[in-house]
């Protein structure tokens, strides 16, 4: 397996699929693999070897800690499933849809969210707010942020503090994760990877701040991206998943929480280019582009910015894969680093 891996993320960096990578597998509640390859920036002014400890925007993979966060307070009773998004935050304009479809984005919004970037965070969560679906909530899955967003604005509304705050006492704090998180400090910079130059819009390189053009709109904290972390943490994280809820002696979800949350509930909804997306209460399910030919019940999620977790729960196993893809600047789809994702995967689990 390790040797495998290596060619794989070798021969990526190679085609400057990403200039560097990290590593991390965990088995059975034991790391079975970890290494970092490549570098920050390729050979550019300001380029660092990649370590293990290396800090990655880790993008959508933000929200999965908002989903964990939605079923924290779930599980206490704070949230109903089925309730109406409108009941909890009361200026949305649109009564049809429920939490549950927010988490398995079957809401029928589907609003580009980074096409509002240049509104303030004001106009932003305003036109957000405004949004009514395009389809009929439930009918149909389209992977959007907006869910995503909202269901973190849930959050931050029933729990009532800032969503970054709900996060880091909900989860990081628990799960003793000492340096994920929204908005990292100016000291943690020179261990970022950056992201992307991006001379149009920020004028030069995104490197210490998110590189979601809305989330960074929002102020670096948003229910679908802004968080930023490393291979280690987020082992932790998978940590709590393989094992039913539970981390170090506290059940942070329930068992049948985790259950829940990892079936499928849409492959049998239409969808985007007309195949199904299978999703779970925040979790993809059963993904051939990144997981590959991986076991049926496998769940996890990608990040636009490059980083992957994935977890095999029949095997006890979860694979972690970080990078910058996106650097020096973000290619279009189909996007290669899925089919790395999924070779790693493959190799991880045989």
């Known amino acids: 397996m390790n040797a495998a891996i290596d060619q794989i993320i070798v021969n990526a960096i190679e085609q400057r699929i990403f200039p560097g990578a990290v590593v991390r597998i965990v088995q059975s509640g034991r790391t079975r693999y970890a290494n970092a390859y490549g570098s920050t920036m390729y050979t ?4 660092q070897p990649v370590t293990l400890d290396t800090i990655y925007d880790i993008a959508s993979l933000t929200k999965v800690f908002t989903a964990t966060a939605a079923l924290r307070l779930l599980d206490a009773g704070e949230l109903k ?14 009564r049809d849809v429920t939490l549950r479809q927010l988490f398995t984005h079957t809401s029928g ?28 909530p439930g009918t149909f899955t389209a992977y959007t942020n907006i869910n ?4 973190g604005e849930v959050v931050a509304r029933v729990y009532g503090k800032p969503l970054d705050s709900a996060i880091h006492e ?12 929204f908005r990292p400090s100016a000291d943690m910079k020179s261990r970022i990877a950056p992201t992307e130059w991006d001379a149009e819009w920020r004028g030069g390189l995104v490197h210490g701040s998110v590189h979601d053009e809305s989330a960074h709109t929002l102020g670096g904290v948003a229910g679908h991206a802004g968080m930023f972390s490393t291979a280690a943490d987020l082992e932790c994280f998978t940590q709590l998943w393989l094992n039913g809820g539970a981390y170090a002696g506290q059940q942070l979800l329930r068992e049948e929480t985790v259950a829940r949350a990892t079936r499928d509930y849409t492959a049998h909804l239409e969808a985007e280019p007309g195949h199904p997306l299978p999703s779970g209460l925040g979790w993809m399910i059963d993904r051939l582009n990144f997981m590959g030919p991986a076991p049926a019940g ?19 196993i979860a694979i972690i894969l970080l990078n910058n893809r996106t650097y020096p600047r973000r290619t279009p789809p189909p996007y290669r680093h899925h089919a790395v994702t999924a070779a790693v995967v493959q190799a991880a689990i045989a």
Not at 44 to 47: E, K, L, Q, T
Request: proline share 9%; aromatic share 4%; hydrophobic share 45%.
């Open 170 to 181: 909900m989860i990081l704090a628990p799960l003793e994760i000492h340096e994920t998180g």
């Open 109 to 136: 919004l589907n609003l580009r969210l980074s096409a509002l970037r240049d509104r303030g965070a004001a106009g932003l969560r305003a036109t957000v707010y405004a949004a009514t679906p395009t389809r009929p």
């Open 81 to 94: 499933l089925d309730a109406a998004v409108m009941s909890y935050l009361p200026d949305l304009q649109t």
């Open 298 to 316: 496998t769940y996890g999620h990608t990040g636009f910015t490059g980083p992957a977790l994935v977890i095999a729960p029949h095997a006890q």
């Open 44 to 47: 550019d002014p300001g380029d």
């Open 148 to 151: 995503s967003l909202l269901l």
